[in-house]
């Protein structure tokens, strides 16, 4: 497990909701997914422990964001399966316009002042 | 939180088994996806698998951490730990039901007193509105007075502020005629807008009306009420349209009033209401036929308004007074001389809240039962506390486990929480008893505070003694559980397991003892005070003597005596009387002393001009021939009243010693009149409207010599020795043959006359000394078992002691000087507690200070007996140890 060693960057407080339900915008996917692909798309910069992933999908399904359903993974075994509801697409582009927005604004900042 | 939220986290809670289940799943499937990609990249099987495990860390942690988000976590734990209360209070039933029996005492007796509280004082009547209804209160010279019928009609066509005002009369007892049988009932005159004012509708037919108000004797209608409909006519709707006679009137009943209503006088459920218009026909007796609605000077009626929308208490009052003002100055105008002018203007008016109804019972016995109320939480309290030391003994015995749990990662949190789950569990139980006792308690007090009178008060738990009781139960169990739990988590962890004594563990103890044996005797001295008040109540000196008197009055207006008839009656009966077997003397008397009435008027003396402020009021009554001897006062000068005291003789008047010294200092008042009449006696004084009066100035006028004698009237008969009702029976005999229409009505004894006088005086004694006592039991088991385990820890030590040449005597004093010294830290901080705090209690008391040292002594020394007592059991014990079992069992 060589990755270990890396340098990681924990992911920004607050926007680790947005990732997954960005991540489950394209579809429905198992828990051990939402993290690979995090890890993938973004180059392997960053990483999501199970400790955070696990109680923050619970949340998400308190709040209604996702459902989950049991289903057949790639290779034939059981996994639970999150996607996203009307109200997670929702919440989906408001997070991300709030996002789009902040970064935009600490932009300026570094580049102006 | 939104809907939808709470709808998830709610039904996550119904299925927290199958979460558990799907969670190990889905981490365990995560780690099978896991492993299978490393294998992939070329890592072996077994190391794949434990890298995946690395990586997820503790799935069980995870596991919690994830429900944790759902929130049940608390919950969830909290039925473990009482659970867990449960199966530990199975294992020891003994404990289990005597601390299950001790909290419903207290819980139930606070519960039963609230109840009484909530129905005297806080509940709001059933009716439309209550919080809008004001009695009208009016004043004359400082004491309460009712209004008369024209007053309430000035006020309810004038005032402004009222969206109606209603009247009504004292509920009295009425003899009917229906379905051929004589019955009694109680009933009340009411104004004809008396429901629609409460805003009530009959549960069948109709209530009266404002129309059955309007002509005097053109209304023969009653309602009756829910009760009286249940128990004489099974609620069957045939009643409406009935007919009874009353006074030779017939009346039909109208309607029935609501089931949840008891009428506006707590204390009172009237059977039957009448419109006021009726009052000729109804109260033929109490008024001789002539009816009270003219009457200016005739004040009979309660009167509550109900305020307009927007008018406050303030407002409304503000406008009545104006108004009362006016009446009473023109009043005044039509008044002879200043005195006369001064007495109408005497009279204040003020309003009243009257949700819960009018203020009688409030007045009556609001301060007992608060007293009571503060005595049975003391009683509580110390019932808590007693638990608590006996929980902290088992919190001792459970160390080892505590320890163990601790040792294994117990969060201290968690084991003060499973402490508070089994006082919790104790209280929950203690307070459903509770509630049960309470409904048993109640009818109990009620009966007592009846005291054998009409006294209906509906006392079902509403939600506000529901809510007295859960909040009771709920302080009982941080009181029960908080210093066995806050004590057992102070425990080291490695002496726990060691089994070795832990330090601190005995002043728990002995605080615990000390705090109750403070409130024993703190109660224990309340108690006595009030003892010590009804015994001078009952023993001092009223002027008369109490023993051996029979009270009882005849029917005489219904046999149709009147006048001079009825007065040859009366004189007639006491001859009678007097001829009778084992009777000493009869008489009679028009007003009974204490039995709550009075009657006083002016005055004038021969010889005695009053300054211009000066009172010139003194009671009055009228009595028969031979009353001073009948009832055993002295007569100091001159004579009694006998039969030479006709309607043709010189009319005469006997005064007593306060009222001579009064008017005639020095001088000897006999041969001088009052109000025309010549004072032939001076008797020694005594006790009219109240035992706790000081003697008033009396003046008595012979009954034979009355223009007008009253139906009334009471009969007197002093017998020679023994019970005075065991004469009833010849009594009647005597009557009955004076004239068989003659009944006898209201029999009793001058004691019970007293003793009923006396009410609150007697509940709040006997009351405030059984609880006293419980509560002495209480903490002297308390002290019982703390001292049994104390010998029974050092069973050992005292075998080596005794081993080594100690006396029995020593060991013996030993235990007892530790008894000693708790008692005497209780004792002392209770003094000084009931030194502060009795003197609240002065107003119930008589003749006796707060801090009566006898009652304080007596206390003291009742409760240090008892303690040493209970304190000598375990001692005696300790100083029969077998030092060579002792050390055996070791």
């Given at each position: 497990?060589?990755?270990?060693?890396?340098?990681?960057?924990?992911?920004?407080?607050?926007?680790?909701?947005?990732?997954i339900l960005k991540i489950l915008s394209r579809g429905r996917m198992h828990g051990y997914g939402i993290a690979q692909r995090i890890?993938?798309?973004?180059?392997?910069?960053?990483?999501?422990?199970e400790?955070?992933l696990y109680?923050a999908l619970q949340?998400m399904l308190?709040?209604g964001w996702v459902r989950a359903e049991w289903g057949q993974s790639e290779n034939n075994r059981r996994a639970r399966y999150y996607l996203l509801t009307?109200?997670g697409r929702?919440?989906?582009?408001?997070?991300?316009?709030?996002?789009?927005?902040?970064?935009?604004?600490?932009?300026?900042?570094?580049?102006?002042? | 939180?939104?809907?939808?939220?709470?709808?998830?986290?709610?039904?996550?809670?119904?299925?927290?088994?199958?979460f558990?289940?799907d969670m190990d799943e889905e981490l365990r499937s995560h780690?099978a996806m896991k492993?299978?990609?490393?294998?992939?990249?070329?890592?072996?099987?077994?190391?794949?698998?434990?890298?995946?495990?690395?990586?997820?860390?503790?799935?069980?942690?995870?596991?919690?951490?994830s429900?944790?988000?759902?929130?049940?976590?608390?919950?969830?734990?909290?039925?473990?730990?009482?659970?867990?209360?449960?199966?530990?209070?199975?294992?020891?039933?003994?404990?289990?039901?005597?601390?299950?029996?001790?909290?419903?005492?207290?819980?139930?007796?606070?519960?039963?007193?609230?109840?009484?509280?909530?129905?005297?004082?806080?509940?709001?009547?059933?009716?439309?509105?209550?919080?809008?209804?004001?009695?009208?209160?009016?004043?004359?010279?400082?004491?309460?007075?009712?209004?008369?019928?024209?007053?309430?009609?000035?006020?309810?066509?004038?005032?402004?502020?009222?969206?109606?005002?209603?009247?009504?009369?004292?509920?009295?007892?009425?003899?009917?005629?229906?379905?051929?049988?004589?019955?009694?009932?109680?009933?009340?005159?009411?104004?004809?807008?008396?429901?629609?004012?409460?805003?009530?509708?009959?549960?069948?037919?109709?209530?009266?009306?404002?129309?059955?108000?309007?002509?005097?004797?053109?209304?023969?209608?009653?309602?009756?009420?829910?009760?009286?409909?249940?128990?004489?006519?099974?609620?069957?709707?045939?009643?409406?349209?009935?007919?009874?006679?009353?006074?030779?009137?017939?009346?039909?009943?109208?309607?029935?009033?609501?089931?949840?209503?008891?009428?506006?006088?707590?204390?009172?459920?009237?059977?039957?209401?009448?419109?006021?218009?009726?009052?000729?026909?109804?109260?033929?007796?109490?008024?001789?036929?002539?009816?009270?609605?003219?009457?200016?000077?005739?004040?009979?009626?309660?009167?509550?308004?109900?305020?307009?929308?927007?008018?406050?208490?303030?407002?409304?009052?503000?406008?009545?007074?104006?108004?009362?003002?006016?009446?009473?100055?023109?009043?005044?105008?039509?008044?002879?001389?200043?005195?006369?002018?001064?007495?109408?203007?005497?009279?204040?008016?003020?309003?009243?809240?009257?949700?819960?109804?009018?203020?009688?019972?409030?007045?009556?016995?609001?301060?007992?039962?608060?007293?009571?109320?503060?005595?049975?939480?003391?009683?509580?309290?110390?019932?808590?506390?007693?638990?608590?030391?006996?929980?902290?003994?088992?919190?001792?015995?459970?160390?080892?486990?505590?320890?163990?749990?601790?040792?294994?990662?117990?969060?201290?949190?968690?084991?003060?929480?499973?402490?508070?789950?089994?006082?919790?569990?104790?209280?929950?139980?203690?307070?459903?008893?509770?509630?049960?006792?309470?409904?048993?308690?109640?009818?109990?007090?009620?009966?007592?505070?009846?005291?054998?009178?009409?006294?209906?008060?509906?006392?079902?738990?509403?939600?506000?003694?529901?809510?007295?009781?859960?909040?009771?139960?709920?302080?009982?169990?941080?009181?029960?559980?908080?210093?066995?739990?806050?004590?057992?988590?102070?425990?080291?962890?490695?002496?726990?397991?060691?089994?070795?004594?832990?330090?601190?563990?005995?002043?728990?103890?002995?605080?615990?003892?000390?705090?109750?044996?403070?409130?024993?005797?703190?109660?224990?001295?309340?108690?006595?005070?009030?003892?010590?008040?009804?015994?001078?109540?009952?023993?001092?000196?009223?002027?008369?003597?109490?023993?051996?008197?029979?009270?009882?009055?005849?029917?005489?207006?219904?046999?149709?005596?009147?006048?001079?008839?009825?007065?040859?009656?009366?004189?007639?009966?006491?001859?009678?009387?007097?001829?009778?077997?084992?009777?000493?003397?009869?008489?009679?008397?028009?007003?009974?002393?204490?039995?709550?009435?009075?009657?006083?008027?002016?005055?004038?003396?021969?010889?005695?001009?009053?300054?211009?402020?000066?009172?010139?009021?003194?009671?009055?009554?009228?009595?028969?021939?031979?009353?001073?001897?009948?009832?055993?006062?002295?007569?100091?000068?001159?004579?009694?009243?006998?039969?030479?005291?006709?309607?043709?003789?010189?009319?005469?008047?006997?005064?007593?010693?306060?009222?001579?010294?009064?008017?005639?200092?020095?001088?000897?008042?006999?041969?001088?009149?009052?109000?025309?009449?010549?004072?032939?006696?001076?008797?020694?004084?005594?006790?009219?409207?109240?035992?706790?009066?000081?003697?008033?100035?009396?003046?008595?006028?012979?009954?034979?010599?009355?223009?007008?004698?009253?139906?009334?009237?009471?009969?007197?008969?002093?017998?020679?020795?023994?019970?005075?009702?065991?004469?009833?029976?010849?009594?009647?005999?005597?009557?009955?043959?004076?004239?068989?229409?003659?009944?006898?009505?209201?029999?009793?004894?001058?004691?019970?006359?007293?003793?009923?006088?006396?009410?609150?005086?007697?509940?709040?004694?006997?009351?405030?000394?059984?609880?006293?006592?419980?509560?002495?039991?209480?903490?002297?088991?308390?002290?019982?078992?703390?001292?049994?385990?104390?010998?029974?820890?050092?069973?050992?030590?005292?075998?080596?002691?005794?081993?080594?040449?100690?006396?029995?005597?020593?060991?013996?004093?030993?235990?007892?000087?530790?008894?000693?010294?708790?008692?005497?830290?209780?004792?002392?901080?209770?003094?000084?507690?009931?030194?502060?705090?009795?003197?609240?209690?002065?107003?119930?008391?008589?003749?006796?200070?707060?801090?009566?040292?006898?009652?304080?002594?007596?206390?003291?020394?009742?409760?240090?007996?008892?303690?040493?007592?209970?304190?000598?059991?375990?001692?005696?014990?300790?100083?029969?140890?077998?030092?060579?079992?002792?050390?055996?069992?070791?």
């Amino acid at each position: 497990m060589g990755s270990a060693s890396e340098p990681r960057t924990e992911i920004p407080p607050g926007t680790l909701y947005m990732l997954i339900l960005k991540i489950l915008s394209r579809g429905r996917m198992h828990g051990y997914g939402i993290a690979q692909r995090i890890q993938e798309v973004s180059e392997d910069i960053l990483r999501v422990e199970e400790g955070s992933l696990y109680p923050a999908l619970q949340r998400m399904l308190i709040k209604g964001w996702v459902r989950a359903e049991w289903g057949q993974s790639e290779n034939n075994r059981r996994a639970r399966y999150y996607l996203l509801t009307p109200a997670g697409r929702k919440q989906l582009a408001l997070e991300l316009s709030q996002f789009e927005r902040t970064t935009y604004a600490i932009t300026r900042v570094i580049q102006l002042a | 939180m939104h809907f939808g939220e709470l709808w998830r986290r709610l039904s996550m809670f119904f299925r927290m088994r199958q979460f558990r289940a799907d969670m190990d799943e889905e981490l365990r499937s995560h780690l099978a996806m896991k492993a299978a990609d490393l294998r992939e990249t070329g890592v072996e099987d077994n190391q794949a698998r434990h890298a995946a495990q690395v990586r997820l860390g503790n799935p069980t942690l995870l596991r919690e951490k994830s429900e944790d988000a759902w929130g049940w976590t608390a919950a969830d734990a909290l039925l473990q730990d009482l659970r867990y209360a449960l199966r530990i209070l199975k294992k020891s039933p003994a404990f289990t039901t005597t601390a299950l029996l001790t909290l419903a005492l207290g819980i139930g007796a606070n519960t039963a007193i609230f109840s009484l509280i909530n129905a005297v004082m806080l509940r709001s009547m059933p009716v439309r509105g209550p919080g809008r209804l004001v009695q009208l209160a009016k004043f004359w010279g400082g004491q309460r007075s009712n209004l008369s019928y024209p007053l309430y009609r000035f006020f309810r066509d004038h005032a402004r502020s009222f969206d109606g005002m209603l009247a009504q009369s004292w509920p009295v007892e009425h003899e009917i005629a229906l379905g051929g049988a004589a019955e009694t009932l109680h009933a009340q005159m009411v104004s004809g807008n008396y429901y629609q004012v409460l805003g009530l509708r009959a549960a069948a037919g109709h209530l009266l009306m404002q129309n059955d108000d309007r002509v005097p004797g053109s209304s023969p209608y009653a309602v009756i009420s829910y009760r009286y409909w249940q128990r004489r006519f099974l609620l069957n709707p045939s009643v409406i349209g009935k007919t009874f006679i009353l006074n030779r009137t017939v009346f039909t009943i109208i309607g029935v009033t609501p089931k949840e209503f008891f009428g506006t006088m707590p204390g009172h459920d009237p059977d039957m209401t009448f419109p006021l218009s009726m009052d000729a026909q109804v109260n033929v007796e109490l008024n001789k036929g002539k009816s009270w609605l003219a009457e200016d000077h005739t004040n009979w009626l309660y009167a509550i308004g109900r305020l307009k929308a927007g008018i406050s208490l303030k407002q409304a009052e503000a406008e009545s007074r104006v108004l009362f003002q006016d009446r009473v100055r023109a009043d005044a105008a039509r008044e002879k001389d200043d005195r006369g002018r001064a007495a109408v203007l005497a009279q204040t008016l003020s309003l009243e809240p009257a949700a819960a109804g009018l203020d009688s019972l409030r007045v009556r016995f609001s301060e007992p039962l608060l007293f009571l109320m503060c005595i049975v939480g003391l009683v509580l309290l110390l019932a808590c506390i007693n638990l608590s030391s006996l929980l902290v003994g088992r919190a001792f015995n459970r160390s080892r486990e505590v320890s163990v749990r601790i040792a294994v990662g117990a969060g201290r949190g968690r084991l003060v929480r499973q402490f508070l789950a089994e006082s919790f569990v104790l209280a929950l139980g203690g307070g459903v008893l509770g509630i049960a006792l309470a409904q048993l308690l109640c009818p109990l007090m009620i009966a007592l505070m009846a005291n054998g009178e009409e006294f209906v008060l509906p006392v079902h738990p509403d939600l506000r003694v529901l809510a007295f009781t859960a909040i009771i139960s709920l302080g009982t169990t941080v009181a029960v559980g908080l210093a066995p739990a806050l004590y057992a988590t102070r425990l080291n962890v490695t002496p726990g397991l060691k089994e070795m004594r832990t330090t601190g563990r005995k002043n728990v103890f002995k605080i615990l003892i000390v705090a109750q044996i403070a409130i024993s005797l703190l109660l224990l001295i309340g108690a006595s005070l009030f003892v010590r008040t009804l015994i001078n109540l009952r023993t001092l000196d009223m002027g008369f003597r109490r023993e051996g008197v029979l009270v009882f009055s005849i029917d005489s207006d219904k046999a149709g005596y009147r006048g001079e008839r009825l007065r040859n009656l009366q004189a007639t009966m006491i001859n009678h009387l007097d001829a009778v077997l084992r009777v000493r003397s009869a008489s009679s008397i028009l007003v009974l002393m204490l039995s709550g009435g009075g009657w006083n008027g002016a005055v004038e003396v021969e010889g005695y001009t009053y300054r211009r402020d000066e009172n010139n009021q003194a009671d009055l009554n009228e009595v028969g021939p031979k009353f001073f001897r009948t009832m055993g006062t002295p007569i100091l000068m001159g004579r009694d009243f006998d039969s030479r005291d006709l309607p043709s003789s010189p009319k005469v008047a006997i005064v007593n010693e306060s009222f001579a010294r009064h008017y005639f200092g020095n001088q000897s008042a006999l041969g001088k009149h009052v109000n025309g009449d010549v004072i032939v006696g001076i008797v020694k004084d005594s006790k009219y409207q109240s035992l706790r009066e000081t003697f008033p100035r009396i003046v008595y006028f012979p009954a034979l010599q009355d223009a007008s004698p009253q139906s009334w009237t009471n009969y007197l008969v002093r017998v020679d020795a023994g019970q005075a009702l065991r004469l009833l029976p010849a009594v009647r005999e005597v009557v009955k043959q004076i004239d068989p229409a003659l009944e006898i009505t209201s029999p009793t004894t001058l004691s019970d006359v007293v003793d009923k006088s006396i009410l609150n005086e007697r509940i709040l004694a006997s009351l405030s000394s059984i609880f006293a006592l419980i509560a002495m039991v209480l903490s002297c088991f308390g002290i019982f078992g703390v001292m049994s385990s104390y010998v029974a820890r050092r069973t050992n030590e005292f075998g080596i002691r005794f081993a080594l040449g100690a006396r029995r005597n020593d060991v013996l004093l030993d235990v007892l000087s530790e008894v000693a010294l708790v008692l005497v830290a209780g004792v002392f901080i209770g003094l000084i507690a009931s030194v502060s705090v009795t003197r609240v209690a002065r107003g119930l008391l008589f003749d006796l200070k707060p801090t009566d040292p006898l009652a304080f002594a007596v206390a003291a020394l009742l409760l240090s007996g008892a303690a040493l007592i209970a304190g000598y059991l375990p001692a005696r014990r300790a100083a029969q140890i077998d030092p060579v079992d002792a050390l055996r069992a070791e």
